[in-house]
């Protein structure tokens, strides 16, 4: 698996004390694309969340994700990179 493109949307949420950072779209293979990954301060730094949706009980639940924590870790790197970049 080779994430070939990625892009990140910057937020200015300083004013309002947002953990939120910013949101990603990746490009797998050139082939399969995911929307909507969420850059989130926490306590120990940055991180990425994966998209999900609400349930009927009021949980939140990931519409993808990975299976492993090789592929979190690619996924990870890949976008908080990109993010890094454009600082």
Known sequence: MKITQ????????????????G?????????????D???IEG????FIAMPSRKT???TFR???HPINQE???LLETAILDEYEKNE
């Open 6 to 21: 990625v892009n990140v949307r910057k937020y200015d949420n300083d004013e309002n004390n947002s953990r939120l950072k």
């Open 56 to 58: 009927n009980e009021g």
């Open 71 to 73: 592929t979190r870790k």
């Open 23 to 35: 949101v990603a779209n990746i490009l797998i293979d050139n082939s399969f694309a995911v929307h």
């Open 43 to 46: 306590d120990n730094g940055l």
């Open 62 to 64: 990931d519409i993808c």
């Open 37 to 39: 990954i969420r850059i």
